[in-house]
């Protein structure tokens, strides 16, 4: 604590990030400051504060802090950092699912409609998002029932063969110059203006197809129009009728005990309320102002931003609206609801966050048994040194040392980091040895410590491998071989569920029911399915390649395309023959030829 007085004393007083770490050096808070100095130094004052923070602060052991020219940057820097190092105290939104849009591109002469989950600021037209029951997949199939637009991706040439869709008036075939430009985008502009949320005209015209159907006795069509009038009669039923019917705004609420908290998204877009989506954080904030900021700021990195925000009153309007405009180029009006009609949009959403989190509390708490306890118990069981935040897990695979591949996935306190996996081909190993895979891998990730390369691929303080005495020991001489210091080691053997540690000569047999076996199985599995799927998705390949090589017309340059496209056999297998011909360098007749041999000989 003596480091910490001397580092109060010097704080500067500019806006900033500072970073607390426990005694393991490990980075367990990030937060931005205004003013440092006076920010910091709160942490470490007697003065009351919330349960969360008087646990984090029990294991500060040191602080780090950076300069930023604004609190606008300190906010951006706080959300990277928390991204990059995923601190134990503070809003991780890992889970967060991002929603599907309607993309349409108006650059293009015969613009196309399509569903996609990535925003980005490149000139389109995006609609959506679409949530709380609202299927995106049948909201575009009803634009193009109505308004007979163009789904597919194909390069409009005017002189291909009009596909399927056209015949059954769901295309006009501009691909096949059945229709001209302008033509084309009047149907796109009332497909617009049906998407913006003016459903008049597309209900009428679907009455006059479903009737026109009927009368045909194309019943199974018909049919298909009243499903989506009916489906349009929802859509209607979701709008809110006391607010301006073009208003995109997010509500957001937030609510807390103190040592948990939660937060409710209600999205509304031209008035429609798309659906909501619950939160549950568990962060050590000092403000309800500061996690909900830090939340918003998440939140946005995998949605888009609304032109209207509603908030409660102790959310940091200024500070969020000048941080969309700087990172996002966009005005976002964050609006403090007090009274009316968003007042009582921001009063069920608080509702909803209140009820969530009442739910969520045993949830939370059974989360950290099989996280965060599972670590520290861990650490007791095992005789480890440290805490183990950060575990890889490693495993190989083969069959019959063909197409050799190895895994490494990796945990931090306790939970999977999918985007920290790494894939491994066994390059220097030469039948089924998994002993020598195993050092194989090892060496070569343990030679990014103490290089440019660490910053990707942090030294990890456990290392796990899938196996017995033998899997153990051979890391053990890659360890040697290197000099690694400071990394444990174990091994986990499957049949009875043993671990292995440098420490004893035995193994150790950790019940059944406790959490940190269970989270060590957890990894272990883990690490076997994903050394499973890339042996079968490299083996499928493979399969592929040798097969295509047997098909005549079929040269290097035709594999590599069809490989590129397709990847396993199985996908090309269940492709129609248009998909195989869609490839580069495939007409028509090799991909009839390539579809005969293959349902001819496989």
Known sequence: MDVIKEKLKLLPENPGVYIMLDEYKNIIYVGKARILKNRVRQYFHNSPKPEKVMKMVENIRDFNYIITNSEIDALALENNLIKKYKPKYNILL??????PYIKVDMREDFPN???TRKISKDGCRYFGPFMGGISCKDILDTVQLAFSVRLCHTKITGNKRECLNYHICRCPAPCAGKIDKNGYLQRVKSALNFLDGNYKD???????KM???AQNENFELALDYKNKLEMLSKLEAKRITSINRYIDADIIAYATNNLYSAVNVLVTRKGIMQGGSSFALDEAHMSDGEALTSFITQYYQNHEAPSEIICEEFCEKELLQNYFKERFQKSVEITLAKQGDKFRLLKMAKQNAEEYLEKSVDKIKHKDDMTVNACKHLQVQLSLKCYPRRMECYDISNISGVDKVGSMVVFIDGEADRNSYRRFRIKTVEGANDFASLQEVLTRRLSKLGTVEEEKFPKPDLIIVDGGKGQ??????????MNISGIELVSLAKREEEVFTLYSEGSIKIPHRDYSLKMLQRIRDEAHRFAITYFRNIHSKRNLQSVLTEIDGIGKARRMALLEKFGTLERIMDASVEDIAAVNGISKTIAQNIKSYLQENL
């Open 113 to 115: 409609f399509y569903i």
């Open 472 to 481: 153990l020991s051979a890391v053990k001489n890659i360890f040697d071989e």
């Open 211 to 213: 009737v026109s159907a």
């Open 94 to 99: 890992k889970d967060d699912k991002t929603y």
């Open 202 to 208: 597309a209900e009428a015209m679907l009455k006059d």
